[in-house]
């Protein structure tokens, strides 16, 4: 199997995302790009630990993510994780939840990739809309495909609120 920090480095560089090797979080390496604007990260989570459910990864992913960024009110942050993980025991719905589908003042994850090597598998689920981070997650689903992992994706759609008005 390829290595998985070297998957993620290559899919994070054309969008211009720089190592934060200063950021010490234990089992996470992360890649931003900061500027006036825009606040965007990718996070590699690689402790093959088995989580307990949906929420146990989602808390991991933001505990982490709040402990290392600053989320400003003007720009937001935009994050993308990929989840190096014992086993995928979750649904598809459960991971869908993991995702969000409008702003989220603590940090918007705009995609999830969990990985388990030892199957080797790798289920990714993005939100609706086209984001800054998107090439990163196709990049990295592709990466992945040429490394042997087979590969599944889905789309967490618009919520009730976002979608246009029943018509009759």
Same mark, same amino acid.
């Given at each position: 199997m390829?290595?998985?920090s =070297?998957?993620?480095?290559?899919?994070?560089t054309?969008?211009?995302?720089?190592?934060?090797?200063? %950021?010490?979080?234990?089992? #996470? $390496?992360? #890649?931003?790009l900061?500027? &006036?604007n825009?606040?965007?990260? !990718?996070?590699?989570?690689q402790?093959?630990?088995?989580?307990?459910?949906a929420?146990?990864? @989602?808390? =991991?992913?933001?505990?982490?993510?709040?402990?290392?960024? +600053?989320?400003? #009110?003007?720009?937001?942050m935009g &994050?993308? %994780?990929?989840?190096? %993980?014992?086993?995928?025991?979750?649904? /598809?719905?459960?991971? +869908?939840?993991l995702?969000?589908?409008?702003?989220n =003042? +603590?940090?918007?994850?705009?995609? !999830?990739?969990?990985?388990?090597?030892?199957?080797?598998?790798?289920?990714? /689920?993005? $939100? #609706?809309?086209?984001?800054?981070?998107?090439?990163?997650?196709?990049?990295?689903?592709?990466?992945?495909? @040429?490394?042997?992992?087979?590969v =599944?994706? /889905?789309?967490?759609d +618009?919520?009730?609120?976002?979608?246009?008005?029943?018509?009759h």
């Amino acid at each position: 199997m390829a290595d998985l920090s =070297s998957i993620i480095a290559s899919a994070v560089t054309p969008q211009a995302l720089r190592p934060r090797t200063d %950021v010490r979080e234990a089992g #996470w $390496t992360f #890649w931003e790009l900061r500027t &006036l604007n825009m606040h965007r990260v !990718v996070g590699l989570l690689q402790q093959r630990r088995q989580f307990a459910d949906a929420r146990d990864l @989602e808390s =991991s992913i933001r505990g982490a993510a709040a402990r290392s960024f +600053k989320c400003s #009110w003007w720009r937001g942050m935009g &994050l993308g %994780v990929v989840a190096q %993980v014992a086993a995928i025991p979750l649904s /598809v719905d459960d991971l +869908k939840a993991l995702v969000d589908v409008r702003e989220n =003042s +603590k940090g918007t994850m705009q995609w !999830v990739i969990l990985v388990a090597g030892d199957t080797p598998v790798a289920i990714g /689920v993005h $939100t #609706w809309m086209e984001t800054y981070l998107s090439p990163v997650y196709r990049r990295s689903l592709q990466g992945l495909a @040429e490394a042997g992992y087979r590969v =599944s994706s /889905v789309t967490r759609d +618009k919520d009730g609120l976002q979608r246009p008005p029943c018509t009759h």
